[in-house]
T-cell receptor, first 118, second 115 residues
Framework: DVKVTQSSRYLVKRTGEKVFLECVQDMDHENMFWYRQDPGLGLRLIYFSYDVKMKEKGDIPEGYSVSREKKERFSLILESASTNQTSMYLC?????????????????FGNGTRLTVT | AQKVTQAQTEISVVEKEDVTLDCVYETRDTTYYLFWYKQPPSGELVFLIRRNSFDEQNEISGRYSWNFQKSTSSFNFTITASQVVDSAVYFCALSDPYNNNDMRFGAGTRLTVKP
């Protein structure tokens, strides 16, 4: 089974702090994603990466950056945390391709990190 | 633009009732993929099903069934004889066939099954 592990289940940080959210997957997946989940808004993509050192912006990248130095690890960085970044953050991974050359394999998610910024 | 609408924010049923979760999507693509995910209280979204736009056959997996209707752009999910363990938030998602970094999720439907 694919295992996606997020380092923290709950985090409380102060406004202005630099925050690191870590995610590790153990199935050699090429793609990794960071989503933010808010009530009534579903999941919104912050950043994704399809290879080491590669990153692409999602729908809401402002205020965030990412790092992917190793294939299995994808970090989300809040440079200066603000209260509007209080949310549930979900990491996911997937294969680049599935059978039949489909680029659409299912996402495998971690348990999420609930971040509160005070 | 791609969009997924799950109009039901919350549904509450009593155990053993059948329940249908609605999903309506918008896309200009002729080829696309639809997904359902389950998020139990533990927080981890679990993949349930993927369906491509060329396969309109309905699918049944145990108590779960999915009805894909291209004519109405809907991909509804029915749980038969619901159980307390089905209580979760369910997300419908849409993605194009060439990259799943553009997966669009609905807002989710919270299902509560009472004993």
């Amino acid at each position: 089974d694919v295992k996606v592990t997020q380092s923290s289940r709950y985090l409380v940080k102060r406004t202005g702090e630099k925050v690191f959210l870590e995610c590790v997957q153990d199935m050699d997946h090429e793609n990794m994603f960071w989503y933010r989940q808010d009530p009534g808004l579903g999941l919104r993509l912050i950043y994704f990466s399809y290879d080491v050192k590669m990153k692409e912006k999602g729908d809401i990248p402002e205020g965030y950056s990412v790092s992917r130095e190793k294939k299995e690890r994808f970090s989300l960085i809040l440079e200066s945390a603000s209260t509007n970044q209080t949310s549930m953050y979900l990491c996911a991974s997937s294969l680049l391709k599935t059978e039949g050359s489909s680029y659409n394999s299912p996402l495998h998610f971690g348990n999420g990190t609930r971040l509160t910024v005070t | 633009a791609q969009k997924v609408t799950q109009a039901q924010t919350e549904i509450s049923v009593v155990e053993k009732e059948d329940v249908t979760l609605d999903c309506v999507y918008e896309t200009r693509d002729t080829t696309y993929y639809l997904f359902w995910y389950k998020q139990p209280p533990s927080g981890e979204l679990v993949f349930l099903i993927r369906r491509n736009s060329f396969d309109e056959q309905n699918e049944i997996s145990g108590r779960y069934s999915w009805n894909f209707q291209k004519s109405t752009s809907s991909f509804n999910f029915t749980i038969t004889a619901s159980q307390v363990v089905d209580s979760a938030v369910y997300f419908c998602a849409l993605s194009d066939p060439y990259n799943n970094n553009d997966m669009r999720f609905g807002a989710g439907t919270r299902l509560t099954v009472k004993p």
